[in-house]
């Protein structure tokens, strides 16, 4: 569904995309992973980058060494080639490398904007994930050399002040904001009428909707 509604809400097509969230633990790294899985399965050349230098965990969710990375290609110290690690036919994922001293600098760098122009020349598409808009000002910085970014949210983790200042922080960067993922939702606690196949009667439907939540935390 993610992915279809990405096609709706551009006249034009979005091929870079950075995925955040306004706090942690909302569930932007599953999120991003599962997006690039699916548009991966769909036969586009997709490439997954864990531009959150601060708290990486792509490594991790992929079962990757985290050897060589972005902050590696963003110092001059990895070859592009060679950091890139191949998961399927059609997904690859950049890890984040070695924490550096100050992420933000090497995102807000010459460096990573022609890092971009190179994965979209070499990628159908770039999906990245990026730290929680919470006093860090990766993603929004980030999202100026994307097409957009993708907004993922938590009920019962986000709180009003932080979702305000996330709203804000965006707003000042004046990046393109393309939506917000509501994340680990429970179909069975929200009104018949929310989803459009809610009805009991469709168990294959129903089915469908009550296995999204476990898919994407």
Same mark, same amino acid.
């Given at each position: ?89 059609? &997904?690859? *994922?950049?890890?984040? !490398? /070695? ?5 933000? +600098?090497?995102?807000? =760098?010459?460096?990573?904007? $022609? ?34 970014? &993708?907004? *993922?949210?938590?009920? !019962? /983790? ?5 979702? +305000?200042?996330?709203? =804000?922080?965006?707003?000042? $960067? ?34 469908? &909707? ?8």
């Amino acid at each position: 569904m993610l992915q279809a509604n990405l096609k709706f809400i551009s006249h034009r097509k979005v091929r870079k995309i950075v995925v955040t969230s306004s706090v942690t633990a909302e569930g932007k790294s599953e999120v991003s992973a599962n997006l690039a899985a699916v548009i991966a399965q769909s036969g586009k050349r997709v490439l997954l980058v864990d531009a959150d230098m601060r708290k990486p965990t792509q490594h991790h969710l992929w079962g990757l060494i985290n050897s060589v990375g972005l902050s590696h290609l963003l110092v001059d110290q990895g070859v592009f080639s060679q950091a890139v690690q191949k998961v399927t036919e059609f &997904l690859a *994922v950049l890890t984040a !490398g /070695v924490i550096p001293p100050n992420p933000l +600098a090497l995102i807000d =760098s010459e460096g990573m904007t $022609s890092l971009v122009d190179i994965f979209a020349e070499n990628y159908d598409y770039v999906i990245f994930d990026t730290p929680p808009l919470a006093g860090i000002a990766d993603a929004a910085v980030l999202g100026k050399m994307a097409d957009g970014i &993708l907004l *993922v949210t938590r009920p !019962g /983790v986000l709180d009003a002040p932080s979702a +305000a200042a996330a709203k =804000s922080l965006l707003e000042r $960067s004046e990046a393109n904001v393309l939506g917000i993922v509501a994340n680990a939702v429970n179909a069975k606690q929200e009104p018949s009428s929310y989803f459009y196949y809610s009805n009991l009667r469709d168990r294959n439907s129903t089915a469908d &909707l009550e296995r999204v939540p476990q898919q994407l935390k």
